[in-house]
């Protein structure tokens, strides 16, 4: 039996998928209960009187493209919110499997991890090394009911990277064991390439994209998991049959072309630049005590009356995050990079 077919619930290996109706171009549909007419003001090219193409073929391929990686290893979810999830329903029996996760991290690990019952296994970054990854103790740690370690790389709230050789040791000592998945929400506005190039070499290894942030597309809820082709089909019989919508098919694949790859590349140079500027004035405020360092779109700071900040800010009315609840991270503030403009105002309120 096949590594993920072991690790898997057994459950899930045992299902037969939905199977929806063939999508093939040129033929006459009358196997889906269609209606064969468009909505008068339906201008997709399509038309919403179809069901969109389950494996949302065009969409993959295009993605597969943007980044450099097999069609076959490549999962399209509605945000990597989605493809977190499935995971978690495919790898973690309730009441027995757990998740590892490394706080302060996102939180949706958790909650992931809350909705299918399994337990969490909780090994925090080191907070006074950059909040590293404590590679150590998540090898021990990781016992056999492990069977997904999150790491969330550039760190949501903190905004590090954490150190690659470690990650794909993790990987390595992990295999067959545990999926060491990789969450690269922010990886574009850092120096770091994508860990999705070793995942031939390192099948346990899985990799988190998304379209919601760099790509400016958070409203098109599109997320990428980038893993093994065996994981891939697995979780393809427990995603939602029809996952992505026609109009968001249609609209994102325009999207993303050569012209858009150009722009995105001068956005996360402005995001940069402005980041550190942002960075550099926020140190300057008397009320903030530390800003850390940031591979990402956001900053984490710390400051001496929080509360003051958030209510200054409330007043100027502009929401920043309230990371208090964060283990470590009781005075801290997450604020995202707006634009000049948007940034000076915030600058302003806490002057
Ligand atoms: C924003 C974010 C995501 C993106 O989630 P989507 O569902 O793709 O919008 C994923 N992981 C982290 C750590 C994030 O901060």
């Excluded at 057994?10 to 007419?37: D, H, K």
């Excluded at 597969?64 to 999830?85: M, P």
């Excluded at 200054?312 to 000049?340: C, E, F, H, K, W």
Aim: with cysteine; glycine share 6%.
């Amino acid at each position: 039996m096949s590594w993920v077919r072991q690790l898997a619930r057994p459950e899930i290996v045992a299902l037969t998928a939905f199977e929806p109706a063939s999508w093939e171009a040129g033929v006459t549909r009358l196997n889906a209960n269609e209606l064969p007419w468009r909505a008068s003001e339906d201008e997709s090219l399509a038309g919403l009187n179809r069901y969109p193409d389950p494996l949302a073929r065009a969409l993959t391929a295009r993605l597969a493209e943007v980044y450099r990686v097999a069609a076959d290893s490549l999962l399209v979810c509605r945000g990597s919110d989605e493809a977190i999830d499935l995971l978690v329903r495919a790898f973690c029996r309730a009441g027995e499997d757990s998740v590892l996760i490394c706080p302060p991290t996102y939180g949706l690990y958790r909650l992931a991890a809350g909705i299918q019952g399994a337990k969490v296994v909780s090994v925090p970054l080191i907070a006074d090394q950059g909040f590293s990854l404590d590679s150590q103790a998540v090898l021990e740690r990781c016992t056999g009911e492990v069977k997904l370690v999150f790491l969330c790389c550039p760190n949501n709230p903190t905004g590090n990277l954490l150190s690659e050789s470690a990650i794909l040791q993790l990987a390595d000592t992990f295999a067959h064991r545990a999926i060491v998945v990789v969450d690269e929400a922010y990886i574009e506005f850092s120096q770091r390439e994508s860990l999705a190039a070793h995942i031939g070499r390192y099948p346990q290894l899985a990799v988190l994209r998304t379209l919601s942030k760099a790509h400016g597309l958070a409203g098109a809820r599109l997320g990428t998991l980038i893993a093994d082709p065996e994981v891939i089909r697995l979780l393809r019989k427990i995603i939602a049959p029809y996952a992505i919508p026609q109009l968001i098919v249609e609209a994102v694949t325009t999207l993303l072309s050569p012209l858009h790859l150009r722009t995105l590349q001068r956005r996360i140079a402005q995001v940069r630049a402005e980041r550190t500027r942002l960075r550099e004035a926020l140190a300057e405020l008397a009320n903030v005590t530390e800003v850390f360092l940031s591979e990402t779109n956001f900053l984490l700071a710390r400051f001496k009356d929080p509360a003051a900040a958030l209510s200054r800010a409330g007043d100027a009315r502009i929401r920043v995050r309230d990371v208090r609840t964060y283990p470590g991270l009781s005075d801290a503030l997450r604020i995202s990079v707006g634009t000049p403009g948007e940034n000076d105002r915030l600058l302003e309120a806490w002057t």
